[in-house]
């Protein structure tokens, strides 16, 4: 799976060995450099739990190890009632 832009990454030890500690990653851009085989430069934000950006960062990963992230969504706030619109009639002038 190559990545793209606005994807959230699960990125392990299976992407690349620097990676012992699991972490989430949001892609800004997938680079078109010359690597090895099976190997991408990416470029993007170090998420938290709650998937708020943390750190900027440029990694380099193994495509077969990447994983998509499933981000937990956070509740959905009560929605407010629309104010009912009333009709105002002119006065005569």
């Known amino acids: 799976m190559i990545p793209r832009s606005g ?3 699960r990125i392990t030890r299976a992407a690349s060995v620097q990676f012992s500690t699991p972490m989430l990653f949001r892609v800004i851009r997938v680079h078109d450099w010359t690597t090895y ?6 470029d993007g934000y170090e998420l938290n739990s709650r998937g708020d950006a ?6 380099f990963v193994q495509v077969a190890g990447l994983q998509q992230a499933q981000l937990r969504s956070a509740p959905a706030a009560p929605r407010r009632a ?7 009639k002119s006065a005569p002038r």
């Open 82 to 88: 629309a104010p009912a619109q009333t009709s105002r």
């Open 54 to 59: 943390v750190e900027r960062r440029s990694i």
């Open 37 to 42: 085989t099976g190997w991408i430069w990416l």
């Open 7 to 9: 994807d959230v990454l």
